[in-house]
């Protein structure tokens, strides 16, 4: 039985959703008609997301076609896009997640339950994308993506904010707040007015430096206290954004942040163990848990150049983990991170109404760490007590590509891209108080 309580007030004269027209982002890295779309997606709107009301990613993604997510503990999941339930090594890097069109992680550095490291909670739209998608996204997109698109900054200005609230409490001591402040600004610099400007009617003429700031605010705070004992889990979520119109130009930055604190329940074990009602409630690793901070930062700058539109999206990341590994026999503990930043680069052409031409180069430096410690007496399959990893990462991609298609059909595409690796290894499955010989290893492809 599900038990559950959810409130919602907006302050603002407008309504709280407008029809919106059937446009997919993803499959084109920009607002397209799906109609003028060479692809397989799927959309959740807002509206959608809101009469879902989704207490977890899987229970809004699983409502689109081709789509099986299982939940695990928590905020885990195992993945599926028109493929097999991904485990482990599987799903990591078998599906891209993206926040407003940049991946979430670096290509190679992915994890098999980063939808939770996404903005769902601002989430005002899902877009999903099935089938490979690295000849436009590079790596880790074998199966698939998932773009969540967060609101657009607020209408308006100053004086008539946009002020949205919201609560919900359900069973198992499930409880979410949420508050959205959204405003915008308008105003026109006074410049020099030409000398004929009253006699050619050119009095708009005097104010062209035309300047128009839309902001939006979000918070949001999540509890629930587990289906078995000791699985609770508390999430809090920072959402800041700004859309600045400054003449031809638009920048647009954005800024999340997360903070995780799980605790996470163990297999239930024995022959049919699920049927017994008392042992599917139990918890066979109490001790088990997964922490984790983010702050990912990105800013979209485009303006109109020639017969075609430029974006820019500089973008940077930085994420702390640890995990106790309850699933292995050697329960150890993973500290792992990674801090990165690089940009998307591209230019759209439309020579006519049904032809689009993409040009487009992306970069991305991204550094990672990895500590394994197995604290525990040494256990059968070489789980040895002690130090296992201790290894820093570092990585750099860069693509470049073009991309010419018609409305429905791609008609060629071509893609380069370099990568280069380098890693520096210490104690990899080394005894306790054993430090085994630093090793370093470079990899390049195109």
């Keep these: 039985m599900r038990l559950a309580l959810l409130f919602a007030l907006t ?5 709280a959703f407008a029809a919106e027209p059937d446009i997919v982002i ?31 990613p899987t229970e809004a993604l699983n409502r689109l076609p081709g789509v099986d997510f299982h939940r695990g503990s928590g905020v885990e999941t195992l993945p599926a896009i028109r493929s097999p339930v991904l ?26 339950n980063e939808e939770f490291e996404a903005p769902f909670d601002f989430a005002s739209r899902l877009e999903v994308t099935r089938g490979p998608g690295s000849a436009l996204y590079g790596s880790n997109a074998v199966h698939g993506l998932i773009n969540v698109l967060t609101p657009e900054a607020g209408q308006g200005n100053a004086d008539d904010p946009r002020i949205s609230l919201g ?23 006074p410049v020099v007015c030409p000398p004929d400007w009253y006699s050619s009617g050119a009095e708009a003429d005097c104010y062209v430096e035309r300047t128009h700031t839309r902001g939006l605010l979000g918070v949001s705070a999540n509890h629930e206290s587990g289906w ?21 130009w ?39 848990f997964r922490d984790e901070k983010l702050i990912r930062g990105q800013a979209e700058i485009s303006r109109r150049i020639g017969p075609g539109k430029l974006m820019i999206i500089p973008f940077a990341r930085w994420i702390d983990a640890d995990l106790l590994q309850h699933f292995l026999p ?14 998307e680069a591209a230019y759209y052409y ?23 410690f197995q604290s525990i007496p040494t256990q059968p399959g070489n789980y040895v007590q002690g130090l296992h990893y201790d290894y820093v990462v570092d990585a750099t991609a860069l693509a470049a590509y073009t991309i010419l298609h018609n409305v429905e059909t791609t008609v060629f595409m071509i893609g380069l891209g370099i990568s280069v690796a380098t890693a520096v290894r210490v104690g990899h499955a080394a005894g306790a108080g054993e430090r085994a010989e630093a090793r370093t290893a470079g990899i390049a492809g195109i």
């Design 11 to 15: 302050l603002s004269a407008a309504p």
């Design 26 to 56: 993803t499959g084109d890295r920009r607002a397209l008609e799906r109609d003028k779309l060479a692809g397989n997606s799927a959309t959740l709107s807002a509206e959608q997301l809101e009469n879902i009301g989704a207490q977890h």
């Design 87 to 112: 485990t482990g090594g599987q799903g990591a890097g078998s599906i891209l997640v993206l926040q407003d069109g940049v991946p979430i992680r670096a290509p190679g550095f992915a994890n098999i």
């Design 167 to 189: 609560a919900s409490y359900g069973s198992f001591g499930r409880a979410e707040g949420q508050a959205v402040v959204k405003f915008g600004v308008a105003h026109a610099t």
């Design 228 to 248: 078995r004992s000791d699985a609770g889990l508390d999430r809090q979520s920072v959402l800041a954004k700004l859309s600045i119109d400054k003449n031809y």
């Design 250 to 288: 638009t920048f647009a930055p954005s800024l999340y942040a997360m903070n995780l604190n799980q605790e996470t329940a163990g297999f239930v074990e024995g022959p049919q163990a699920y049927k017994n009602t008392t042992l599917s409630r139990q918890n066979a690793n109490p001790e088990a």
């Design 330 to 343: 050697s329960k150890a503990l993973e500290n792992s991170s990674q801090k990165g930043a690089g940009f």
């Design 350 to 372: 439309d020579p006519s109404p049904r032809l689009s031409w993409i040009f487009g180069v992306d970069l991305d430096r991204t550094q990672g760490t990895l500590r394994e």
